[in-house]
């Protein structure tokens, strides 16, 4: 069970759009439409902004969207504000009732 | 509103275990809609989902760290536990409590602060 592939960072403008990958395997994300995303501001707890490839708990903004593609999940921010800036990691279910994450992206806005 | 407040020592010594509570307020331990889970993230690195477990003690772990992980649930003090056996260095790291709806779907949607647990000498 080895950790989902991110990019180590990603940055954008305010009010541009940015995507963040997260490819894993058939055994994980390609096998299941269960992936998560994470927002996580410095020193703080991780807050859930996407479960289930695409679907948003309330309180998150529409700007945050997710989409799944084989075995490559994406979170794509769009009008990027300068609070979005934070660590993103994505999480997946990869059978046998066990979870893998992703090791993280940085995302600067510029 | 659901809290959870992770507590226990911030120092353990290398091959000693690892022992962590988690206190849920705000509501119960024992809803049938919840599962319970731990997550760590070392110093300045990601997140790693350590297992889980459900009121009614049945327990799921990360594969890494099965040998050396018991998750237990005590409901009459609406908390939940973390025991890591044979620590090293490599298990300095924030641990996290957290609640979530299934084993499937991946929605950790409520998380405790966190708290740091430096192994050393």
């Known amino acids: 069970q080895s950790a989902l592939t991110q990019p180590r960072s990603v940055s954008g403008s305010p009010g541009q759009s940015v995507t963040i990958s997260c490819t894993g395997t058939?055994?994980?994300?390609?096998?299941?439409?269960?992936v998560s995303w994470y927002q996580q501001h410095p020193y703080k707890a991780p807050k859930l902004m996407i479960y289930?490839?695409?679907k948003r708990p309330s309180g998150v903004p529409n700007r945050f969207s997710g989409s799944k593609s084989g075995n490559t999940a994406s979170l794509t921010i769009s009008g990027l504000q300068a609070e979005d800036e934070a660590d993103y990691y994505c999480c997946s279910y990869a059978g046998d009732y066990t979870w893998v994450f992703g090791g993280g992206t940085k995302l600067t806005v510029l | 509103q659901l809290q959870l407040q992770e507590s226990g020592p911030g120092l353990v010594k290398p091959s000693e275990t690892l022992s962590l509570s988690c206190t849920v307020s705000?509501?119960?331990?024992?809803?049938?809609?919840?599962?319970w889970g731990w997550i760590r993230q070392p110093p300045g690195k990601g997140l790693e989902w350590i297992g889980s477990?459900?009121?009614?003690?049945?327990?799921y772990y990360n594969p890494s760290l099965k040998s050396r992980v018991t998750i237990s649930v005590d409901t009459s003090k609406n908390q939940f536990s973390l025991k890591l056996s044979s620590v090293t260095a490599a298990d300095t790291a924030i641990y996290y409590c957290?609640?979530?709806?299934?084993?499937?779907?991946?929605?950790?949607?409520?998380w405790g602060q966190g708290t740091l647990v430096t192994v050393s000498s």
């Open positions: 477990i459900y009121y009614s003690g049945s327990t």
């Open positions: 289930d490839v695409s």
């Open positions: 058939s055994s994980d994300v390609g096998g299941y439409n269960y």
């Open positions: 957290a609640r979530h709806p299934s084993m499937t779907t991946v929605t950790l949607n409520y």
């Open positions: 705000g509501g119960s331990i024992s809803s049938s809609n919840y599962y």
